[in-house]
């Protein structure tokens, strides 16, 4: 069993449509993230989410937003697409704010 | 600003050998680090974690050392394999502040 998974695993799309990326975790953890990362591998925090907390990286733009319908799913919705929201996009969860951090496969997003 | 850094974008190595991934970090009150390997395709995977009260950990095949004085961070691979062939990255955490990355480090391993 998988135990980060997120759908889809490729994502091509129009600018300014609306997307949404899926992503469960079955390892009962309690916090999950969203990182992108860029053509050039560097990976970078978008979101950490608790069920007490969200905290947000200050560069991402208010068109992305993550949404938690329980505690087992993260899933992130980004508004109007344009061309630099084009990059692999990873799910994580982890065991509390200081444990490491379990990956999903990733999903490819690419804004034409 | 704070940040995560690697000395090498790429080594290559002989199948067989040893190889040696470096990374240097500049907060001093980082408490936790991590190593992690990307294969293509696939999202990061945690190879072995060493927290500030230690300076060595020991894995299978694996080796991270914490040099908190230089802050500099390395990960030591024996016995390199064709399956090791993978970008590696270090990160690190303060506290309960998020899990920041280096740029990675391509290793490719030669046959």
């Known amino acids: 069993d998988t135990a980060v998974s997120q759908t889809p695993k490729y994502l091509v799309t129009q600018m300014g449509n609306d997307k949404s990326i899926k992503c469960e975790q079955n390892l009962g953890h309690d916090t999950m993230y969203w990182y992108k990362q860029d053509s050039k591998k560097f990976l970078k925090i978008m979101f950490s989410y608790n069920n007490k907390e969200l905290i947000i990286n200050e560069t991402v733009p208010n068109r992305f937003s993550p949404k938690s319908p329980d505690k087992a799913h993260l899933n992130l919705h980004i508004n109007s697409l344009e061309l630099g929201d084009s990059a692999v996009y990873f799910c994580?969860?982890?065991?509390?704010?200081?444990?490491?951090?379990?990956f999903g496969s990733g999903t490819q997003l690419s804004v034409l | 600003g704070e940040s995560v850094g690697l000395h090498l974008p790429t080594l290559s190595v002989q199948e067989g050998d040893n190889s040696i991934i470096n990374c240097a970090y500049s907060?001093?009150?980082?408490?936790?680090f991590i190593w992690y390997k990307q294969e293509s395709g696939k999202g990061p995977q945690f190879i072995i974690d060493i927290r500030s009260n230690m300076d060595k950990r020991q894995g299978q095949r694996v080796t991270v050392l914490l040099n908190k004085t230089v802050k500099h961070l390395s990960l030591q691979i024996a016995a390199t394999q064709p399956g090791d062939s993978a970008v590696y990255f270090c990160a690190e955490r303060h506290g309960n502040n998020d899990m920041r990355f280096g740029a990675g480090t391509r290793l490719t391993v030669k046959p």
């Open positions: 994580a969860s982890s065991q509390g704010w200081d444990e490491k951090l379990f």
């Open positions: 907060n001093s009150a980082s408490d936790y």
